[in-house]
């Protein structure tokens, strides 16, 4: 079966969309695990004595945090990227539909001219 180039485009595009989809997931679930993560690392610095203020200090210093924010922000950047890819699909996908519209057009006019 052969594919006119709209519809590459929206194949193309629903690529993308996927993709972005997937990054968005990854994104999410770092983000939504921060909390957590700064949680376990306090609760393994507490000694009973310490405050939370502290604790939450020295767990912020802690390598698996810092590794934790360095992977969130990579997926953001990954995921912000892949959106501009998709919307980026989706216009060219546009600017090919409304430009194959125009030549229809043209055409049309240009056969009902006397």
Not at 3 to 11: A, D, T, W
Not at 58 to 66: M, P
């Amino acid at each position: 079966m052969q594919f006119s180039e709209l519809e590459k485009r929206i194949v193309e595009a629903e690529k993308k969309g996927q993709q972005w989809a997937d990054a968005d997931a990854t994104f999410y679930q770092l983000d939504e695990t921060k909390k957590s993560v700064l949680a376990d690392l306090m609760k393994d610095l507490d000694d009973g004595d310490t405050s939370e203020t502290k604790l939450e200090r020295l767990a912020r210093s802690k390598k698996e945090w810092k590794e934790h924010i360095e992977n969130l922000s990579i997926a953001k950047g990954q995921m912000l990227r892949a959106k501009v890819k998709y919307e980026a699909s989706v216009a060219w996908y546009e600017a090919c539909r409304t430009a194959e519209a125009s030549k229809r057009v043209e055409m049309q006019v240009l056969r009902d001219k006397p």
